[in-house]
């Protein structure tokens, strides 16, 4: 082909290292690989799929059709961003995710016929979701993917966006790099809700008028009480200037409820958090 590492690498939007890991590898075995030949998908749906029709969401398998997995920490199931996606947009619009992680969002897009847009500050993150978003289907929706800051949306155009599927991190309780700045991941929960109202600013003018945000967040504990994160970033958002549609709780079944952190909760008299909210907004 006469292509080179660089060139592939700046196609696939993946670094020079994974593109020449993987093909010294292959050297070694002595075979022939194309690293953009589509991943192969046993189940392209998820079966027997209903969409919820109440303010509580429950999903006791988090959901491994197409490419989607649990191996990213802290991503969410793919059942949410699929019920936001049909409930809240049509076929061709447009869905961003501004905090793309591993990409099930954009996964979520282009089967159901979107087109995506994500960004992620974690150059990592952005290789994780181009890996998973190779494959063979729906090719003319392939999403549009950004390593850069949320909080700086220039490229974007006031009043463009259908749909915001929002996952963000929660404050610094999952650490997703050491030292990327402006990784939110890594602030406390006053800086961290000081930069999502940047953040929410920048989404309230991208978003069109009368079309939906929706921001899954949980709460956490310090010094043995709750914080109220969740309500929190409620907050930041009604004052960007968005209403809310939706308060839906939405249960979690990975949450450790036996041996270690049951006992700790009797020991300690406390509860184990296992809900989070998922906030829809409407810009009016």
């Not at 290789?127 to 993917?145: G, S």
């Not at 036996?258 to 406390?270: A, E, K, L, P, V």
Request: charged fraction near 25%; charge should be neutral.
């Amino acid at each position: 082909m006469g292509e080179t590492i660089s060139d592939i690498a700046s196609e696939l939007n993946l670094s020079q290292k994974i593109i020449s890991d993987n093909l010294s590898i292959l050297m070694e075995e002595n075979q022939e690989y194309d690293i953009r030949r589509p991943l192969y998908v046993k189940n392209w749906e998820p079966k027997d799929f209903k969409l919820e029709a109440t303010t509580m969401w429950s999903f006791k398998q988090r959901g491994n059709w197409a490419t989607h997995s649990g191996k990213y920490r802290g991503n969410w199931s793919p059942y949410i961003p699929r019920n936001l996606i049909l409930r809240y947009s049509k076929e061709n619009d447009v869905v961003l995710d501004p905090f793309l992680g591993s990409g099930t969002t954009l996964v979520e897009a282009k089967l159901l016929k979107r087109n995506g847009i994500g960004i992620d500050i974690n150059p990592s993150a952005i290789e994780v979701a181009n890996n998973n978003l190779r494959f063979n289907k729906n090719n003319q929706y392939h999403p549009k993917i950004y390593n850069t800051d949320s909080r700086n949306l220039e490229f974007i155009d006031d009043d463009s966006i259908d749909l915001i599927c929002a996952h963000p991190p929660y404050a610094n309780i999952i650490k997703y790099s050491e030292n990327i700045e402006g990784d939110l991941s890594l602030l406390d929960i006053d800086k961290f809700l000081d930069e999502l109202c940047i953040i929410a600013q920048e989404l309230f003018r991208v978003l069109k008028s009368n079309k939906y945000c929706a921001v899954l967040i949980g709460d956490t504990r310090r010094n043995r009480h709750m914080v109220p994160l969740g309500f929190k970033v409620m907050e930041v958002f009604l004052n960007a200037g968005f209403l809310l549609k939706e308060n839906i709780i939405k249960e979690q079944h990975n949450c450790r409820a036996t041996g270690f952190w049951y006992q700790r909760s009797i020991d300690y008299n406390f509860l184990l958090i296992a809900h989070e909210y998922l906030f829809v907004f409407r810009k009016p």
